[in-house]
């Protein structure tokens, strides 16, 4: 069966893209799905000093085996000052210290929600730019604004769901497993 890993780009509790995540994951039929939280694998702010002192962290190993195990991926994330939130910048700054590409030529859906009706199209302009080089084969991006207005009790509006729908379609027809 497809693995797939879901995760979020934020390390917030209660983090909207964490349950974006987790509502796509649910969406996919004969998958085995893999949700997890960043926040779970501890990653220092990199350094050369770091690295060579303490070597590579055993959460990120850990990680990047979960990485390497994954036939996809689906990622969910905020939109910080325009960008990539450092957080995950830095994680996968670590993983991408360890053999191979980040995402290793795997299929990757690309999404991001905020609370504001651009729903992060900047940070989703600028992961589709770099993302090619971390070895990912984009899927989407998906977007979806007004995250308070469009996702309400744990259900998605439907002119969403059905976009969303069918870029999980594109997902699993794009995984080799
Ligand atoms: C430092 C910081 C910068 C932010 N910058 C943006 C931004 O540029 N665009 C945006 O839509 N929302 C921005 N937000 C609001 C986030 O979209 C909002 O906090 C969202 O809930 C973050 O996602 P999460 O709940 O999954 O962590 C920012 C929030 C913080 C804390």
Do not use: C
Request: no cysteine; glycine share 10%.
């Amino acid at each position: 069966m497809k693995k797939i890993l879901a995760f979020s780009g934020s390390y917030s509790q209660d983090s909207i893209n964490h349950k974006l995540a987790e509502y796509a994951g649910g969406l996919m039929n004969n998958v085995d799905m893999s949700i997890i939280n960043l926040s779970d694998y501890e990653a220092p702010f990199y350094s050369k000093e770091v690295e060579s002192e303490n070597g590579i962290p055993s959460s990120i190993k850990a990680l990047r085996l979960l990485f390497n195990n994954a036939d996809g991926f689906i990622l969910s994330t905020p939109e910080y000052n325009g960008s990539i939130p450092a957080g995950l910048k830095n994680t996968l700054d670590w993983v991408s210290r360890m053999e191979g590409k980040i995402f290793q030529d795997k299929p990757v859906l690309l999404m991001a929600t905020s609370p504001g009706a651009r729903g992060g199209l900047s940070v989703l302009n600028h992961l589709s730019a770099v993302m090619p080089f971390w070895g990912a084969k984009l899927v989407g991006p998906f977007s979806l604004p007004k995250f308070g207005e469009n996702f309400i009790d744990g259900e998605m509006n439907s002119e969403f769901k059905n976009e969303l729908n069918k870029m999980l379609e594109g997902l699993n027809s794009s995984v080799y497993a």
